[in-house]
């Protein structure tokens, strides 16, 4: 039930994201398209490696996710991680790490 629930935030920000970028080069956009732009003319694959690169950052995000989600399902967590002053597994008592 968590997972959808991770899986569901995950969708909304990405969304949130992808929503405020298309707002944030709309203008940019017009502008290069305007006949009195001296902006390049747009070669004729771009559609292929805008959707190669959109499939790649989403790609992305799934190996990220599926990882993240292995990692809380093992409990996998490292030293370095834990909060100051909290002993991780298996140390009896407090270690200042900065003494030495």
């Known amino acids: 039930m968590r997972v959808a629930a991770h899986l569901g935030a995950m969708r909304g920000r990405l969304l949130a994201v992808t929503l405020g970028a298309a707002a944030a080069a ?3 956009v ?3 398209s305007s006949d009195s732009s001296r902006a390049l003319d747009v070669p004729g ?3 292929v490696a805008v959707a190669l690169t ?3 950052i989403v790609a992305l995000f799934g190996v990220t996710s599926v990882a993240f989600l ?3 399902q093992r409990g996998l967590r490292w030293d370095y991680q834990l909060a100051d002053g909290t002993l ?3 140390e009896g ?3 200042d790490h900065d003494s030495h």
């Open 26 to 28: 709309t203008p940019h």
């Open 30 to 32: 017009v502008a290069a």
């Open 45 to 47: 694959d771009t559609a």
């Open 54 to 56: 959109a499939l790649g």
């Open 70 to 72: 292995y990692r809380k």
């Open 88 to 90: 991780s597994e298996g």
């Open 93 to 95: 008592e407090s270690a």
